[in-house]
């Protein structure tokens, strides 16, 4: 179990050659069996995967739920002012996980002025999940001025009727804003993160989140977590992929 873990201004990447599949994550790596990662918060960081099958992912690059009633889980994820990518084949990458196996439960995604990119063929890129692979559990995503690009594959914002959009682009393609105005997840997109990590007097404004870059962050610090009272089991509206 990995809890309450928060970075900032921090680059994490991952390469190798042949048959070996990294991933690279802020919150876990690779989380296996009935591991759990619970309260992440990234600002201003990067991922890359250039692992043929590896991952990038902020929560979890990769998921691998375990057989027998073991769910892996990753919960209450927050990136602000990031960047997520993939470059290799196979490879996922995603805020809330890059890449999930199996019967796990990935929920409360948030990404505000974040962009997540796939170059690899067959590689997905996703807000809430990237790419799936007999997994179909994801649930309360919400992305706020985000970008989500897959040159080969399949890219989006996915957490059942409860995801959130607003100005989001995928694929270059305006996405319909699920709440008309945004107004309440603008005001309230970075209140979950200690004010110690933005900048002074930062309000979120609707086209404009680049302060967060501009702006040296003055500390950073952990903070009191708490799990979540239930498990979410909503259903992803679009089916997985499943790959050899």
């Known amino acids: 179990m990995v809890l309450n873990t928060t970075a900032v201004n921090c680059t994490v990447a991952t390469s190798a050659d042949g048959k070996y599949a990294g991933a690279a994550g802020i919150g876990a790596g690779f989380l296996r069996g009935g591991g759990m990662v619970v309260d992440t918060t990234a600002v201003n960081c990067s991922l890359a ?20 009633g073991r769910r892996g889980m990753v919960a209450n994820t927050t990136a602000v002012n990031c960047k997520v990518e ?16 199996n019967d796990g439960t990935i929920a409360h995604t948030t990404a505000v002025d974040c962009i ?36 080969y ?11 959130g959009i607003c100005n989001v682009r ?11 105005g945004c107004h309440p997840w603008l005001d309230n997109s970075v209140a979950g993160i200690d004010p110690g990590l933005l900048p ?10 680049t302060a967060l870059a501009n702006n040296q962050i003055q500390r950073c610090g952990f903070f009191p ?13 679009t089916p997985p992929h499943h790959f050899g």
Request: one cysteine or more.
């Open 49 to 68: 995967s250039s692992t043929n099958s590896g991952a990038a992912g902020i929560g979890a690059g990769k998921l691998i739920a375990g057989a027998g």
């Open 200 to 209: 002074p007097n930062y309000r979120p404004d609707v086209y404009n989140f």
């Open 153 to 163: 594959g399949d890219a989006g914002v996915m957490g059942g009727p409860e995801a």
């Open 225 to 237: 977590t708490a799990m979540p009272a239930t498990i979410p089991t909503t259903i992803r509206t």
């Open 86 to 101: 993939n470059s290799a084949q196979y490879g996922g990458a995603g805020i809330g996980v890059g890449t999930a196996f």
């Open 116 to 151: 997540v990119e796939n170059t690899g063929q067959d590689g997905d890129a996703g807000i809430g999940l990237g790419k799936a692979v007999f997994f179909d559990m994801v649930a309360n995503t919400t992305a706020i001025n985000c970008e989500v690009d897959s040159e």
């Open 170 to 180: 995928v694929n270059g393609d305006w996405q319909n804003n699920t709440n008309l």
